[in-house]
């Protein structure tokens, strides 16, 4: 493993049945670098995230976020690994309904000065004492990114986070992950977005469950 290296796969097999998810993916990400990948609806990529965060067993393979293995750790260690190093982003924001959205930024623990910065940053402070419904989906979706940041994770995990936004949510949520990026942070993102590829720093392609750069 080299020094700066955040996230590093070896061989990673997973099957459901007949179905072959990923095949064999080898895959490393560094300190401060953003690598995009894409591939076909059924291609694996949701899989990957979900494997690399711990939440599905691969059938074969390593994984290693700041050099720990998730299926190492027993389930409350995984669960605080998950918090401490790990940051995700989904689609749709899935915050919690009943509490606000500095509630929301803070429900994965964080430093809530650092929340306030963020909520800043990303255009939110007029509403951070809203709970989501009243949120378009773009600011759920920027509170979203926030509570992944909150905690300074090493890795953030985004599964097409700017798939339901318009062009200017798009941009924040971007200039978000960049900034993130530039002060050590490293993004695996799962995308289709022309503007979120231009900003990566390495493209992958996952077809078939294969990879291939
Ligand atoms: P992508 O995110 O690239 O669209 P996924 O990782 O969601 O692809 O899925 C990859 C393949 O694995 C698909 O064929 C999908 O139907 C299958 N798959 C994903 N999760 C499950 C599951 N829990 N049970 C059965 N099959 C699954
Ligand atoms: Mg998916």
Do not use: W
């Amino acid at each position: 493993m080299s020094e700066n290296e955040v996230l590093c796969l070896e061989g990673f097999s997973k099957s459901f049945g007949e179905v072959v998810a990923l095949d064999d993916v080898s895959l490393s990400v560094t300190e401060g670098e953003i690598v995009a990948l894409r591939g076909p609806s059924g291609a694996g990529k949701s899989t990957l995230l979900y494997l690399i965060a711990g939440l599905l067993a691969p059938d074969a393979g390593t994984v290693t976020v700041s050099g720990i293995d998730p299926y190492f750790l027993s389930g409350a260690k995984r669960t605080l690994f998950r918090s401490e190093e790990l940051g995700m982003v989904f689609q749709d924001a899935r915050l919690i309904p009943y509490l606000n959205i500095r509630e929301n930024v803070l429900v994965a623990g964080g430093d809530p000065k650092r929340a306030d910065e963020l909520i800043e940053s990303l255009g939110l402070t007029s509403r951070r004492t809203h709970v989501p419904k009243k949120l378009s989906a773009g600011e759920q979706q920027r509170a979203g990114l926030a509570r992944a940041l909150v905690t300074n994770p090493k890795l953030v995990l985004a599964d097409e986070p700017t798939g339901n936004l318009d062009e200017e949510n798009t941009e924040l949520v971007i200039a978000g992950l960049r900034k993130y990026a530039n002060d050590g942070g490293s993004v695996l993102v799962v995308t289709h977005d022309a503007r979120v590829i231009e900003i990566a720093d390495r493209i992958l392609t996952l077809e078939h469950g294969r990879l291939r750069a």
